[in-house]
């Protein structure tokens, strides 16, 4: 019986310059910002996929145990890497899906050597319902 392909990755570089996004988490939430920048890069290279969903009350409570932080402390992060592309924005706030274009990019080289693809990013498709105006009233002849 072969070996189920692996979905996850056991490594990602750590850069010593600090960019744009990591420089603004230091800025407002001092080293607890360091921490949580990396600490959820190493979250997602340890998820299928590098993405987490976030379905359930249960879900929400596991992923906030894995930083040992405030779970308000931990979603106010997560909205805050949000607004600002630390992780997808659409992705976020339409589906409670967390993926970074930007870690992704750096785990392609680990994919190298295996058959399968790299993982790609969650598609969202969002049906938009027409509903009736509110206020427009049928006109009686």
């Given at each position: 019986?072969?070996?189920?392909?692996?979905?996850?990755?056991?490594?990602?570089?750590?850069?010593?310059?600090?960019?744009?996004?990591?420089?603004?988490?230091?800025?407002?939430?001092?080293?607890?910002?360091?921490?949580?920048?990396?600490?959820?890069?190493?979250?997602?290279?340890?998820?299928?996929?590098?993405?987490?969903?976030?379905?359930?009350?249960?879900?929400?409570?596991?992923?906030?145990?894995?930083?040992?932080?405030?779970?308000?402390?931990?979603?106010?992060?997560?909205?805050?890497?949000?607004?600002?592309?630390?992780?997808?924005?659409?992705?976020?706030?339409?589906?409670?899906?967390?993926?970074?274009?930007?870690?992704?990019?750096?785990?392609?080289?680990?994919?190298?050597?295996?058959?399968?693809?790299?993982?790609?990013?969650?598609?969202?498709?969002?049906?938009?319902?027409l509903s009736p105006?509110?206020?427009?009233?049928?006109?009686?002849?």
């Open positions: 019986m072969a070996r189920p392909a692996k979905l996850n990755c056991d490594y990602f570089s750590h850069f010593v310059k600090h960019d744009r996004d990591l420089h603004y988490l230091i800025e407002r939430f001092g080293i607890t910002g360091y921490y949580f920048f990396y600490r959820l890069r190493e979250f997602l290279c340890d998820s299928d996929n590098w993405t987490y969903k976030i379905e359930t009350e249960a879900d929400r409570s596991y992923f906030c145990k894995q930083f040992s932080l405030d779970k308000e402390l931990v979603l106010e992060f997560i909205d805050v890497c949000a607004d600002n592309g630390i992780v997808d924005h659409e992705l976020w706030y339409r589906a409670q899906i967390l993926w970074q274009d930007e870690l992704a990019s750096f785990l392609k080289d680990a994919w190298k050597g295996r058959t399968a693809p790299p993982p790609e990013k969650p598609i969202v498709e969002i049906e938009e319902k105006r509110v206020g427009v009233s049928k006109v009686v002849n």
